[in-house]
Every structure is written in structure tokens, then in C-alpha cells.
């Protein structure tokens, strides 16, 4: 007998067809959809994650300022001595941190490993918060990248720094020995005055007694005068080195509002009777309403109330330079704002610590105070 279920009309084979083209279709669609999901949390990640490093540092920043200080910064007169171009070989784009605030999990792709996959000589160093004391300066005194240090102890809150804490310091500080005939780990530890376990752990040893003549292995954080043993011993390279502090800086500053100067850059006796105490910016009055200008391009990091300064309006410029506009009678930017250089961006006022109106001027690199006349341009 013939089976009819195992023969297809024409009209059949067409139906199956486009049923099964159409199904082909949308299976292919649904994976494409599928993957630009998946890659798209990828793509941007770069984003995302200089995002967070960006509102790490602005928070910082915002709250490391101080419109008068006890004590004169270190570095008062032209180029704050430090080189952020230090490392632009270190990939920092998918570095993350996560607001602890916001999360109880903390994130970073950061890892002391990865570094020292490029260079065996990074490693942690302990360091105890001191006075006066901010990331960059911390940075400073290892020669080292500030953002490294933000993801090795996932600061997200500037409580974290205050003096007394403990953070990790990644870095490359140290010397490099050739072994003697006869030299143990334990002799080399005890010659520089360091720690065994960091001798192997920075060296990736097995034990103590992984070492043989000829062999060089990285001491880190000697404190060793390295002149006394300059014929086994040379000072671990740094990558870059440091910019020509001298160099006349091509920035030029817009004075905010034109006015007299009635109170400069430096130490000064405080008009609301505080003592001798360093003053971080210009005063320069005005009559109250008078429109300030942004003295360069950047954008808007803080638009508020800062004890002090009252209404304040802080910009961030390229090469981590700041300027501070305080005492105004209201902001008209928001935080978020890209400006321009000449764009108003507060009006002035008397609000804060003042005695008269007058617009409170300041120019830094990150938080150290610069001498805003060194950059602004003559009237």
C-alpha cells in the first residue's frame, strides 16, 4: 500500500520551506540581538570605568581644598613638582571601583600581578597616612601613578586618607643585587634591612634558599645607602623621567571679573582674626552681581555651598589643573557642565567667610595651590 504521509505536494514543500526559512531567520536575529547584548557592557566599559576613577578623584579634590591653611603647601611657585605623564604604558581604562557606599561588593580588574607581569619590580609597600598628606603627594614620594593607589585600597571616600590610616603603596622603589659566592637570602635581607618574605614574594622564589651566585633579584624599598655598595648594587630605572620643573608654563588665565586685588597669594594675617595663615588664592573685588567668567576651559566638578568659600563653583582643566571661584551670590552652572573660557559661570557676592564682596580666586594642580598670577594674563 502506498504511504501518502511520506509524499509531499508541491504546495507542502513550499509551506515547509518558508516555515523553516522563517524560523532560520529568527534564530539568526535572536543570536545577533543576543550578542550586541552581551559586547555592549564591554564596549563600554572603558567609559564606565573612567567614569568612576574620574568621580573618585573630583571627590577628592572638592573636599582636599581649603581656601586658607595653617601651613604653605610644599610646592608654592610655578609647576607643582610631579609628573603625571609617569606611566602611559600602564593600562588604567578598565580599571574599576565601586562606590562602597552603594555596594557591599568591591570591584577592580587592578591586580599587583598584572603589572608585574610588564615589570618585575612592582610590588605593595605599607604606608601610614601623615599629616597634611593627599594621594598625589603620596604619589609623589613613591613616584608613582595616584590612580594605582585609589584602586589598591579601593578608596572611594576621602575619611580613607586621614592621617594615622594604613593604605598599600603599588610601586618600583628599590634596588637591584647581583648574588655573591656564598650569599644566602637571609645575609642579602639582613645587608638592606628588609623583609625576607619580600625578598621572595617580589622575586617569585620558592624558599629561602632559591638563589645562586650571578643570579639578580629585585630588593624592594631598601633603605640601604646605595653609594656604599654601588659595585653590587644599582638603583631600579624609573620609567620616565621627571619634566623640567623650571619650564615656563604656556597656560594663560582670564581674570574671572576685573577689580583691584585686596588680598594676594601667600601667608597673610586672616581679617576675621585667625592668625598668620596661608592664603590659597586672589581676592579680587567686586560690586555684588558682577559676572565671573570661567578663566579656562574645563568642566564643572562641584557647584555649591563649601564652608568658607559659600557659593563655590571648582572647574577641573586638563593636565589635572583646578580653579576655584568662591563667595558668589549664585551659581549659574551645574555639576556635569562642560565651559568655556569666558563663559560666566557664577555671579558675585559675599557669601562664606568675607569681609567685603569680592570674588576668592584660585588656581591648583590638583590640590596644591599655584600662584594664579604666575598664569593669568595682563589685563
Not at 74 to 92: A, H, N, P, S, Y
Not at 98 to 111: G, N
Amino acid at each position: 500500500m502506498y504511504d501518502f504521509k511520506r509524499y509531499s505536494f508541491p504546495e507542502e514543500r513550499k509551506k515547509n520551506s518558508f516555515i523553516y526559512g522563517f524560523f532560520s531567520l529568527l534564530f539568526i536575529l535572536v543570536i545577533i540581538i543576543f550578542t550586541l547584548i552581551a559586547d555592549k557592557p564591554q564596549s563600554n566599559n572603558k567609559k564606565i570605568a573612567s567614569s568612576n576613577l574620574s568621580s573618585v578623584e573630583n571627590k577628592l579634590i572638592v573636599d582636599g581644598i581649603k581656601m586658607e591653611d595653617d601651613t604653605p603647601p610644599v610646592e608654592t611657585e610655578g609647576e607643582v613638582i610631579f609628573d603625571d605623564t609617569f606611566d602611559d604604558d600602564i593600562d588604567l581604562t578598565n580599571a574599576v571601583v565601586v562606590d562602597s557606599q552603594k555596594s557591599k561588593k568591591k570591584e577592580k580588574s587592578y591586580t599587583i600581578d598584572a603589572l608585574k607581569k610588564k615589570d618585575k619590580r612592582w610590588h605593595h609597600t605599607k604606608y601610614q597616612i601623615q599629616k597634611n598628606d593627599t594621594i598625589w603627594r603620596i604619589a609623589q614620594k613613591f613616584d608613582t601613578n595616584y590612580k594605582l593607589i585609589l584602586l589598591a585600597n579601593n578608596i572611594d571616600n576621602p575619611d580613607i586618607l586621614k592621617p594615622g590610616k594604613i593604605i598599600v603603596v603599588p610601586n618600583r622603589e628599590g634596588v637591584f643585587h647581583r648574588v655573591k659566592k656564598g650569599q644566602s637570602l637571609i645575609t642579602i635581607a639582613r645587608f638592606y634591612k628588609v623583609s625576607l618574605h619580600n625578598i621572595i614574594i617580589n622575586n617569585s622564589l620558592k624558599d629561602s634558599n632559591c638563589v645562586f651566585h650571578g643570579q639578580t633579584i629585585f630588593i624592594p624599598d631598601t633603605h640601604v645607602n646605595v653609594n656604599k655598595s654601588k659595585e653590587n648594587t644599582y638603583i631600579a630605572k624609573k620609567v620616565k623621567s621627571r619634566e623640567n620643573d623650571k619650564t615656563k608654563s604656556t597656560i594663560s588665565l582670564l581674570w574671572p571679573v576685573n577689580g583691584k586685588i585686596t588680598s594676594s597669594f601667600g601667608t597673610r594675617i586672616n581679617p576675621l582674626g585667625k592668625g598668620r595663615q596661608f592664603h590659597c588664592g586672589l581676592d579680587i573685588s567686586c560690586v555684588v552681581g558682577t559676572p565671573v567668567k570661567a578663566a579656562l576651559n574645563g568642566t564643572v566638578i562641584y557647584a555649591g555651598w563649601k564652608d568658607g568659600y559659600g557659593n563655590v563653583v571648582v572647574l577641573k582643566h586638563d593636565k589635572g589643573y583646578i580653579s576655584v571661584y568662591g563667595h558668589n551670590s549664585s551659581n549659574v552652572v551645574k555639576e556635569g557642565d562642560s565651559v568655556q573660557k569666558g563663559q560666566v559661570i557664577a555671579k558675585s557676592g559675599m557669601t562664606g567667610s568675607v569681609t567685603g564682596p569680592h570674588v576668592h580666586f584660585e588656581f591648583r594642580k590638583y590640590i596644591t595651590p599655584l600662584n594664579p598670577l604666575r598664569y593669568l594674563k595682563e589685563k
